[in-house]
């Protein structure tokens, strides 16, 4: 066993790991399956540079797409600083100021990496992004670039206000907006844009928000004015509270762009056990067989690893830094698995890191929240709300404090409300009435329930030990078994929002005609459903026309092999190339399976797909049977038929993030059903065990 068993906890210092045992969460789907969201919140350790680094390696791969990184060290977020007192320094002109500064900034860059291409040239707006190109690239990196310009240009203009209102002129923000755009359009190339690190060098001022705002704004703005444009940044949840206090237009123009990060129990235990799978060379492939081959007594199973679970804060980072420590006292201790001691043996320390991670993230929020959080140190771990409006009160009440803190407690209208906000942080659970269950606010959101007077509150046990709680009847030495007593969930909005979008895909097909009326609405419903279901399998999924109807689109995907069913596509049948006609219709003719074969040649290989909207998948006997064997006998061609019906119900098994993988088992299966029961032929399945 090596010290780090399962990898190391920065991202930028594990890439062997991910690469070899990333575990596509239900967020990572969310942003490869959709474009809608664009700002990516996150408390430490939840894996937003674990996602940064993957997205980058996804689009990378991508066909015709470029991709542009940003990561900034702490003195490129600095240097930023003196050009907003150039604007005067205050939040709403730094805003306004860095906002059209880094779309100039963005549109240099995208210009920079596809001006390298020979069809740049050819394009209308070359000469113009050329001459733009000439000036920016003086500056070096985007950051030096984007100081250089911007004190070259903000001097004459007297008032601050003024500045900002000559800088978009300035800079010809729009007509080189409209450049790129036209000349992305002509390359016919997609440039996707991350940021990551917008911590670094961050201060809480209204500079610091500002220039994070700005920059979070032109992002929006980039998606928003050029279609080949996707954006995404990476944003600490205390950073994101920032300018959601700041930005009062913050609902209309961000809100609807944000997702949260979010672990649940299912999914951490899937982290790990891929990690687990490559440090220790493990077979098995359940998840939870997995955890039981490396652990022992009262670890083994769902409970034991909810025993481990209830020391973090559902965090990666915090799963791996406990399961590394313990692993590195199993082997100081020669044993192969860890056992309950190796676990409360490294949570003390853990414990106490964790909570003063939890003061250092929010204090520049929360000025009063050491004093708040000490208060609750050698008490039980479950109180009423009564109990701990109590506890605090003499301290909201006191005017002892340093400025900072006393404007904090001030702002605390009754001590209930500062018990509210040590929950929104997380460090308070809340019992719901109906399900018994500690509800623990991980996300960071602004608390959406009532805290009733005679409600029941537990400190997150991942705080135990570092502020001496324990139950009464139970030493230290037990405190896996306190665990037990409590049930903690994790809420978050990424789930529901799954189910919501699912539900909506399955409510719109049901409000399509079928026939002429309905064909172009639902060759867009196929195009998105497929992108959904093959968001992991296939890359640069579009709709094509077809070569025998000019007024029809049928659907393209670039098979790279990335799963198991479609490594066997690409293996067995050749198909780099994936083509599923769209007919909107029941009942497929001769004719079509004869145009499909003339399809099927090069980079299209042997097998291509129908989706119509026939009530099952199976074949007609004397009809699509016959034919779809008479493709295989005389041509060596797979023609398989969907039906919408079906791909709906695939659909359904997505609502649960662990079954992302539904359409690759359901395709897999059902080819083995045209080989065996149609062909009559031993199926040459490539499906990797999962």
Not at 346 to 355: D, F, G, M, P, T
Request: proline share 2%; aromatic share 8%.
């Amino acid at each position: 066993m090596r010290q780090q068993s399962l990898g190391d906890v920065r991202a930028e210092h594990d890439k062997g790991m991910l690469e070899a045992a990333f575990y596509e969460s239900a967020d990572y789907r969310t942003l490869i399956e959709s474009d809608s969201k664009s700002i990516v919140v996150g408390r430490r350790g939840t894996g937003k540079s674990a996602l940064y680094l993957r997205l980058a390696d996804y689009y990378r791969s991508s066909e015709k797409t470029d991709v542009i990184l940003l990561s900034p060290d702490e003195h490129d977020m600095l240097g930023l600083r003196p050009l907003a007192d150039l604007f005067g320094g205050q939040f709403k002109l730094t805003r306004a100021a860095m906002r059209i500064a880094f779309r100039y900034a963005f549109c240099m860059e995208i210009a920079s990496v596809i001006s390298t291409r020979y069809k740049f040239a050819k394009s209308d707006s070359s000469d113009f992004l050329t001459q733009h190109l000439t000036r920016w690239r003086i500056g070096g990196t985007i950051f030096a670039a984007l100081r250089k310009v911007m004190r070259d240009i903000a001097q004459d203009e007297q008032s601050f206000e003024g500045r900002v209102a000559n800088l978009s002129d300035l800079l010809e923000v729009h007509r080189v907006e409209g450049a790129v755009r036209e000349t992305l359009t002509a390359m016919k190339r997609n440039v996707v844009v991350l940021v990551d690190r917008t911590d670094e060098g961050y201060e809480p001022d209204e500079k610091g928000v500002g220039i994070v705002d700005g920059l979070t704004q032109a992002l929006i703005d980039l998606r928003d004015h050029i279609a080949s444009v996707r954006s995404i940044i990476f944003l600490r949840d205390n950073i994101y509270r920032s300018v959601q206090q700041k930005d009062q237009d913050f609902s209309r123009n961000l809100e609807q762009s944000v997702l949260r990060l979010h672990w649940d129990e299912n999914a951490l235990l899937n982290l790990v056990a891929n990690r687990l799978r490559i440090a220790f060379q493990l077979r098995a492939e359940k998840s939870l067989r997995v955890w039981d081959s490396v652990t022992q007594e009262g670890l083994q199973g769902e409970n034991g690893f909810q025993q481990c679970l209830r020391l973090t804060l559902y965090r990666p980072r915090d799963l791996l830094l406990l399961l590394n420590e313990a692993f590195r006292r199993a082997r100081i201790a020669e044993r192969h698995a860890i056992i309950p001691t190796d676990i409360s043996d490294s949570a003390r320390s853990i414990s106490e890191n964790r909570l003063a991670d939890l003061v250092k993230e929010y204090e520049s929020q929360i000025p009063a929240l050491p004093k708040l959080v000490a208060r609750f140190a050698n008490h039980a771990p479950v109180l009423s709300v009564k109990d701990a409006a109590d506890e605090v009160e003499d301290v909201t009440s006191s005017d002892a404090y340093d400025s900072r803190i006393q404007q904090d407690m001030m702002l605390l209208a009754e001590p209930v409300e500062a018990i509210r906000m040590l929950y929104s942080v997380g460090f308070f659970g809340v019992k719901d009435s109906s399900s018994g269950y500690f509800i623990f606010c991980h996300d960071g959101r602004k608390p959406d329930k009532d805290l009733l007077m005679d409600g029941q509150l537990l400190v997150h046990p991942c705080y135990w030990m570092a502020l001496n709680l324990t139950s009464p009847e139970l030493d230290e030495n037990s405190a896996s078994e306190i665990y037990d007593e409590y049930e903690v969930t994790v809420k978050s909005e990424t789930p529901e929002a799954r189910v919501r979008m699912i539900g909506m895909l399955e409510a719109e097909l049901r409000d399509i005609d079928e026939g002429q009326d309905g064909w172009t609405a639902f060759e867009q419903w196929c195009l998105k459903v497929v992108r959904v279901l093959c968001a992991s399998g296939l890359r640069n999924v579009q709709l094509n026309a077809n070569k025998s109807n000019l007024q029809r689109r049928d659907i393209v995907g670039t098979n790279h092999g990335e799963t198991f069913f479609w490594k066997r596509a690409l293996e067995s049948h050749n198909a780099r190339q994936v083509l599923f006609e769209c007919k909107n219709f029941k009942g497929l003719s001769r004719e079509h399976y004869w145009q499909m074969n003339s399809y099927l040649s090069k980079e299209y290989g042997s097998l291509g797909f129908f989706i119509t909207r026939d009530e099952d998948i199976n074949l007609q006997k004397e009809k699509e049977l016959a034919w779809t064997r008479e493709l295989r006998n005389e041509h060596q061609k797979v023609v398989i038929k969907l039906t919408a019906k079906y791909l709906v119900k695939i659909l359904g098994k997505l609502r649960s993030p662990a079954k992302h993988n539904a359409a690759d088992q359901a395709f897999d299966s059902l080819l083995d059903t045209y080989f065996r029961n149609y062909f009559g032929e031993s199926s040459r399945s490539t499906r990797k065990k999962r």
